[in-house]
């Protein structure tokens, strides 16, 4: 688990969400704004994340919804201008994550310089966007491929708005997963973003795997944090950072800054 301290320089890192506004291609793009609009508030959204003292900002497309498994090539593209337009004032360490697709998120790594990516990298499931395969031999080695073996690999384990398709348990599921793809850390979800991960599934994963980093996904608040963060190693925190802590509202500065106060608190 050293790798916390040499990616985030700190242990318990908050990794905080940079939700990119929908783009060219996406059903809801707001076409008379363009990119100027996509990056401009992917910038005001940054800069209240830093000014809040989170550790790390991880940029996704969280508004190309409805999501695609297998993005097209107009996203990741997208993409890597919004985070080359703002590289001069990215202050922390930087992740990415193109929803949900693997191979995009490992190329947009490789464009940008990204530390990790987030992501459905192994299993099968059911859910909002059907039946959901995966290729995890394929991924690693594309990560391989492009010359990244500093980059590190958190595998989301309980998607949102999707289910295992086999019957297995949570437990069972994080101990083959590290066994058979060592993944860097592995992301315990709730249901759907802002959704709080449930404790008990958290500290089942946490026991089953107790070499490998565990992060909580979401649903982090300023209330059960310290609750939180007792069990996990770290938190990715997207929505209780937003105005009223709504998913699609901007990022509130103030809102950060309290969240933060209690994380540090915490680790001291």
């Not at 080695?141 to 989301?156: C, E, P, Q, S, Y």
């Not at 069990?231 to 509130?252: L, Q, R, W, Y």
Request: proline letters at 4%; aromatic letters at 8%.
């Amino acid at each position: 688990m050293n790798w916390l301290n040499g990616v985030f320089g700190t242990g318990k890192p908050i990794i905080a969400m940079c939700h990119l506004q929908a783009m060219p291609g996406d059903p809801y793009y707001d076409a008379a704004g363009g990119m100027t609009k996509v990056v401009e508030q992917a910038k005001r959204d940054l800069h209240a994340l830093q000014e809040g003292g989170v550790d790390a900002v991880m940029f996704s497309n969280e508004f190309s919804m409805p999501y695609l498994t297998k993005v097209n090539p107009e996203t990741p593209v997208a993409m890597a201008r919004v985070i080359g337009e703002l590289m001069g004032e990215i202050g922390v360490p930087f992740g990415v994550n193109v929803l949900w697709d693997p191979i995009a998120s490992i190329d947009l790594a490789a464009a940008t310089g990204a530390k990790f990516i987030r992501e459905i990298m192994s299993g099968v499931y059911a859910g909002d966007f059907g039946l959901w395969n995966t290729n995890v031999g394929e991924i690693v080695r594309h990560k391989v491929h492009l010359g990244l073996a500093d980059l590190k690999m958190l595998f989301n384990i309980v998607p949102e708005a999707a289910k295992y398709l086999a019957e297995r348990g949570i437990a069972d599921i994080a101990r083959s997963t590290v066994f058979n793809n060592k993944p860097d850390a592995l992301c315990v979800s709730g249901l759907i973003a802002g959704a709080e991960t449930d404790s008990q599934v958290l500290a089942s994963v946490r026991r089953a795997v107790p070499d490998t980093v565990v992060f909580t996904n979401t649903g982090c608040n300023e209330g059960n944090i310290q609750a939180q963060l007792k069990i996990a190693d770290g938190a990715v925190v997207g929505t209780t950072f937003k105005f009223g802590g709504k998913f699609e509202n901007a990022v509130d500065q103030g809102r950060v800054k309290a969240f933060m106060d209690k994380v540090k608190s915490f680790r001291e």
